[in-house]
């Protein structure tokens, strides 16, 4: 199934206002806050839930070398003007999109062990991060698109920074109320 990447919210939607969760308003309810503020692998979640069929459908890799500024903003000064590797996927179970995903990397950052970041194809980028002891993530943030969720958080893997944000589709929430 070929999807518009366009469809899906991502970093670079200029109208998203991120903000740390207690202050967004009106907050998540316990559920959506339960897949928001999750400090642990989402990819490891979501294959718990969808085992068997948890995969990556991978909608647009390239270099991209304009950010919003308030992109600019979740970067250390020294690599926050660099090119940097745009990735966006979906994280599905079958055919079924649950989470919107789209990290970037800046060029620096995609030296040494993160060069493999570049040839991740459909495996999932979580997956390769939580496999790091060292792995540093910042302070989450939060935003809503209509009745999307997203979050988004700058990691350190490797003393690098990656950005990546995460939007939950109403399939995934639909779903995961089947289990409480």
């Known amino acids: 199934m070929l999807v518009d990447p366009r469809s899906y919210p991502s970093l670079n939607d200029k109208s998203l206002l991120w903000r740390p969760e207690s202050q967004v308003l009106p907050h998540p309810d316990m559920q959506v806050s339960s897949w928001l503020l999750d400090p642990d692998s989402l990819t490891s979640r979501l294959r718990d839930m969808c085992p068997g069929r948890f995969n990556v459908q991978v909608l647009q890799e390239q270099w991209q070398q304009q950010c919003h500024p ?46 493999r970041l570049r040839s991740l194809d459909d ?32 990691f350190y893997s490797h003393h690098r920074p990656l950005l990546v944000a995460e939007f939950f589709l109403p399939a995934l929430l639909e779903e995961d109320r089947r289990y409480l």
């Open 70 to 115: 308030s992109l600019l903003q979740c970067f250390p000064p020294h690599v926050a003007r660099a090119r940097m590797w745009s990735r966006k996927v979906l994280l599905r179970c079958g055919n079924t999109p649950w989470v919107a995903a789209h990290s970037l990397i800046p060029v620096s950052s995609m030296e040494g062990p993160l060069k």
């Open 123 to 154: 495996r999932p980028l979580g997956e390769f991060l939580f496999q790091d002891p060292f792995l540093e993530r910042q302070q989450l943030e939060v935003t809503r698109c209509g009745q999307i969720w997203g979050r988004r958080s700058l």
